[in-house]
């Protein structure tokens, strides 16, 4: 006879400054496996298992991300599982809610939208209690074409040159719903810039290191080393070019994950 299984979407939070990401690796501190740990301390030896939402690279943090946990027995109060889970969670991993789902809900492969943030400044040296969360770009920048360039990734476009190490075998034709850099006025503190930005982008899906490689080549915009033309011509689908500077980790938020 077959246990019965049991199904849990949790939504959480982390800072992932020192972390190696989110999937689980040998010899390594990733979020996954601190998330694994806590649960087999506080299940005391049940099974159970948990799948995320999507990876995150190392040193990226959310704001809002999800997974999936399996278990073989009831979780019967959630409201009390969940004080339990974040008492016994390192302080840079938050859990956010808890609710049951249903054998059908697979939290990889239901429509979802996310929403990235890239937080940064130019033209100065920040505290350096920004590090975690905010790039500092040294050199001066033109963010007001930064801005334009940013409107140019909106929309239906061949993002193969935005894909580390693309083969010939991926989809990359994508939609992205909002690609926009705005006044920082999300992510505060006395310790940060008088003027900071944020580059936010929503999609359905994206690819290894997209969002970093896109910033990268606003960084360039702003830098003076590309145009905006260049940036358009990269997005056609005949384009061969392969975008070749990967903006730093530490500045990119996955903002939340939203299901359809």
Known sequence: MLQKRFFYLIKIQYLGYRFHGWQKQPKLKTVQFMIDRTLKFIFEGKSFKTLGAGRT???????????????????????????????????????????????????????????????????????????????TILEPLNVDLMKQGALLFKGEHNFKGYCFRATDKGQYLRTILDSEIIDNDIYVANFFPAKSYVFKVRGKGFMRNQIRLMFGELIKLGRGDVNLQQIENSLKPESTDVMDYIAPASGLILHSVDFE
């Open 57 to 135: 690279d190392a040193m990226v943090s959310a704001n809002e991300t999800a997974l999936e946990l399996f278990t073989y027995h009831d979780i019967e109060d959630l409201e009390a599982f969940l004080d339990l889970f974040n008492f016994n969670l390192p302080q840079d991993i938050r859990a956010l809610a808890i609710n049951e789902v249903d054998e059908n809900f697979n939290v990889i492969q239901n429509p979802k939208v996310k929403e990235y943030h890239y937080v940064f400044s130019e033209g100065q040296k920040n505290h350096p209690f920004c590090a975690p969360i905010l790039t």
